[in-house]
């Protein structure tokens, strides 16, 4: 079996899809990757996506969900800013 290489790039732009129509709960979307792989590398895409301010995470209480939220359209988003580039 051969598995295709996942990248932060890839996810990022996945997660910006999701966004569009608002918050979601992170952990319902990480429910809706099927491989390990692919859930490790959007949270890890998510955590990087918060720290340069391309969304927004809120966690409102203890052991609560994680409400994320895109701080701009998936087209005008410059995801070369996860890789340190300017677009």
Do not use: C, N, T
Request: proline content about 5%; hydrophobic content about 45%; overall charge negative.
């Amino acid at each position: 079996i051969v598995r295709e290489p996942v990248s932060i790039k890839d996810m990022a732009d996945w997660l910006l899809s999701r966004l569009d129509d608002g918050p979601q709960d992170l952990g319902e979307l990480m429910r809706l990757l099927r491989r390990p792989e692919e859930r490790v590398v959007a949270f890890l895409a998510s955590l990087e996506m918060a720290r340069v301010g391309l969304l927004d995470m809120v966690q409102g209480e203890h052991l609560g969900p994680v409400l994320v939220q895109g701080l701009g359209s998936r087209e005008a988003v410059d995801l070369s800013l996860l890789f340190g580039g300017v677009g």
